[in-house]
């Protein structure tokens, strides 16, 4: 399995909802990344976690809160987001960064 | 400090005709380097890198890039462009040895490619 997987594709969701995106990979990488992308622009990291610890905190508002159950696992548990979070979320994962990182197709993610 | 600069952010080509896609880098440490595809709606995929090996480096899909530290560049070439090559382009630098998670993404290119 050399793939990282997202779910779900899409999802909209209002501004006091709660929602959970997901990210799964079996290939062993202990760094995995969330990232968010916002139409024609390049990628911006939000966090990181190493051995299943998190390392990284791009100072994500708390409204994101990322958790990571397993060496497997990767969630980005969602609050009260507001219009402007809609985007594309990321999530990739690595065995060493200079190896390159294995990207997911990503959540869709449309806030109303 | 470290960054990345895509000198064209939009390249047009016919299908059959060359591609090259232009990076330059500025990073205080031997970076690694990497090529990232992006089509509409998809997470980015990985085409090459640059990790102090050969300066030539062959990537997937007929792609090519060459490392030149004296200019500090690693432009991203093909020789046939193909119309499923029309997608965006990132070039991006992983600066020092150490996993910081902190890549530097350039701004991109959106390739076109003309019938």
């Known amino acids: 399995d050399t793939e990282v997987t997202q779910t779900p594709k899409h999802l909209v969701m209002g501004m006091t909802n709660k929602k959970s995106l997901k990210c799964e990979q079996h290939m062993g990488h202990r760094a995995m990344y969330w990232y968010k992308q916002k139409a024609k622009k390049p990628p911006e990291l939000m966090f990181v976690?190493?051995?299943?610890?998190?390392?990284i905190n791009e100072s994500v508002p708390s409204r994101f809160s990322p958790e990571c159950p397993n060496s497997s696992l990767l969630n980005l548990h969602l609050h009260a987001l507001q219009p402007e979070d809609s985007a594309l979320y990321l999530c990739?994962?690595?065995?060493?960064?200079?190896?390159?990182?294995?990207f997911g197709s990503g959540t869709r993610l449309t806030v109303v | 400090a470290q960054s990345v600069t895509q000198l064209d952010s939009h390249v047009s080509v016919s299908e059959g005709t060359p591609v090259l896609l232009r990076c330059n880098y500025s990073s205080s440490y031997s970076p690694s380097l990497f090529w990232y595809v992006q089509h509409p709606n998809k997470g980015l995929q990985l085409l090459l890198k640059?990790?102090?090996?050969?300066?030539l480096v062959k990537g997937i899909n007929g792609f090519e890039a060459e490392f030149k530290k004296s200019e500090t560049s690693f432009h991203l070439t093909k020789p046939s462009a193909h119309m499923s090559d029309a997608a965006e382009y990132f070039c991006v630098v992983q600066p020092g040895s150490s996993n910081t998670g902190k890549l530097i993404f350039g701004q991109g290119t959106t390739l076109q490619v003309k019938p």
């Open positions: 640059y990790t102090s090996a050969a300066t």
């Open positions: 976690y190493s051995y299943e610890k998190l390392s």
């Open positions: 990739a994962s690595s065995r060493r960064e200079v190896d390159g990182y294995t």
